[in-house]
């Protein structure tokens, strides 16, 4: 077996099956603290100027619109048909580019791009550009063949040139939602998108020379049966996308009032889930796709995947990256910077978000500050979700701290972990097994303090 596979064990998944944090940041969203303000993070933005001029950044640009609903959709969007909205939008989004591109300072370089959503391409042509083209003049950019552009496009939401806008204003990735090819549960979840649709767009971007082109799919969802997602996952595997991610849906009625509209008689039940989870699996593994973590593929080939071979790989809110020097600035409703030792995240309503903008601030409402504790424990828990393995000399060097003298408690946690042979205990390592790493959050909830004997079923996805 080779380091980056899977060895699917139903009775540990079963057994394991609980809910828990995604881990794209440490300390994780649930912590950040409305006592944290815009002033606070101008603060933090500003030392990192001083104290780190030439880091490279990631730079998030949230577009929250939709033109329809997915009724299984847990993200932060808004539904309109009234385009007006989008230029409202914009017209503050661009004042926080200005003011976040000011605070920033123009010595450092932007390696990673992302929009993401919401749908990016709600945005018409003319917007598009123009949003690049603002973004370009108040943030500094490394030049294509180095930096990594990606924007989550909607196929259904594409006009004739939108493709060839994007790669022309320097996107070279994309990501795309499939879900399921199969029209019974497209209908179930009203999300109509014919497979001629997407396999086209899939084409045509490779045409136009967009470096990794990467798909979502689903399990989980109404009317799915082993049988027919077996067959859109070949269908997916056929159309050959770089990268691969298979979510769990969550049926959270409570929480999403949307996923009210799936009739829950027609949802897999557990066991069909897994079944479903682990035939994905096998196929992905045969066709080639190596394992990177959580619920992402890619092929051998792909730079992610040579980054989990190489020990590069990093983790941030936009899941597994390959740029994990850089820090974050995110704009946009709700967004989540991560620079200078804290995290912030901006106003998800529309109204506080552009009241926050007009007031000249940034549109931080909450925020944590990291801790010395905070810092060992996020490298502990990047290095299992990123790597599968912890070296105890590595988190030493790195600290100056007796790894086994500080996480005496974690390590007697984990010992059922290792009786069920989900991760070896060398002396001076940890490593996930083959058969840990799709547990990989449950492993990583032992690191996190804040995690110790608090409930996790309420906040939280389940972990497979
Ligand atoms: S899944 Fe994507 S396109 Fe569908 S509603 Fe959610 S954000 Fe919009």
Not at 24 to 46: I, L, Q, R
Not at 385 to 390: A, E, G, K, P, T
Request: hydrophobic share 35%; net charge negative; glycine share 6%.
């Amino acid at each position: 077996m080779t380091p980056d596979t899977i060895d699917f064990d139903m009775a540990l998944v079963q057994k394991y099956d609980a809910a828990g944090p995604r881990y794209t940041s440490y300390p994780t969203a649930a912590e950040f603290s409305a006592d944290f303000t815009g002033k606070e993070f101008e603060h933090y933005v500003e030392q990192a100027r001083r104290t780190d001029p030439g880091r490279p950044l990631s730079l998030y640009t949230h577009l929250p619109f939709c033109n329809t609903i997915c009724y299984y959709c847990a993200c932060n969007k808004v539904v309109t048909k009234n385009r007006r909205r989008a230029a409202d939008y914009l017209e503050r989004l661009y004042r926080e580019i200005e003011m976040m591109g000011k605070l920033v300072g123009s010595g450092r370089r932007i390696v990673q791009l992302h929009w993401g959503g919401g749908t990016p391409t709600y945005l018409d042509d003319d917007q598009l550009r123009g949003l690049m083209a603002h973004t370009r003049k108040h943030f500094h950019f490394v030049d294509d063949a180095k930096g990594e552009y990606g924007i989550e496009i909607d196929p259904r939401s594409l006009d004739e040139d939108t493709l060839s806008v994007l790669r022309n204003i320097g996107f070279n990735r994309l990501s795309m939602g499939i879900q399921d090819l199969n029209l019974a549960v497209q209908e179930a979840v009203n999300r109509i998108q014919p497979a001629e649709l997407t396999f086209s767009v899939l084409h045509e971007a490779r045409e136009l020379g967009f470096r990794s082109i990467s798909v979502d799919l689903m399990y989980g969802l109404p009317l799915q049966t082993t049988t027919s997602f077996a067959e859109t996952v070949d269908a997916v595997i056929d159309a050959g996308p770089d990268r691969l991610s298979v979510f769990n849906y969550a049926h959270l009625p409570q929480r999403f009032k949307t996923q009210r509209q799936i009739q829950e008689e027609d949802l897999p039940t557990a066991a069909q889930k897994l079944a479903i989870l682990q035939n994905t699996i096998k196929q992905l593994q045969a066709a080639g796709y190596v394992y990177i973590g959580m619920d992402h593929f890619a092929r051998a080939d792909d730079e992610m995947a040579l980054a989990l071979q190489n020990g590069t790989l990093h983790r941030n809110f936009q899941g597994y990256s390959t740029h994990g020097e850089s820090e974050l600035i995110a704009v946009g409703n709700s967004a989540i910077s991560q620079i200078g030792g804290c995290y912030a995240q901006n106003a998800h309503d529309l109204e506080e978000y552009y009241r926050l903008i007009e007031a000249g601030s940034p549109a931080t409402v909450r925020g944590i500050v990291l801790t010395p504790d905070d810092y060992v424990r996020r490298d502990v828990i990047s290095s299992l979700m990123c790597r599968f393995r912890v070296s105890f000399a590595e988190i030493e060097a790195g600290y100056g701290l007796d790894f086994m003298d500080k996480f005496q408690y974690e390590l007697t946690a984990l010992e059922p972990m290792r009786r069920d042979g989900l991760v070896d205990i060398a002396p001076r390592q940890i490593t996930v097994t083959p058969r840990g790493r799709l547990l990989i959050r449950n492993i990583a909830m032992v690191f996190d303090a804040y995690r110790r004997g608090a409930s996790t079923t309420t906040r939280f996805s389940k972990v497979i």
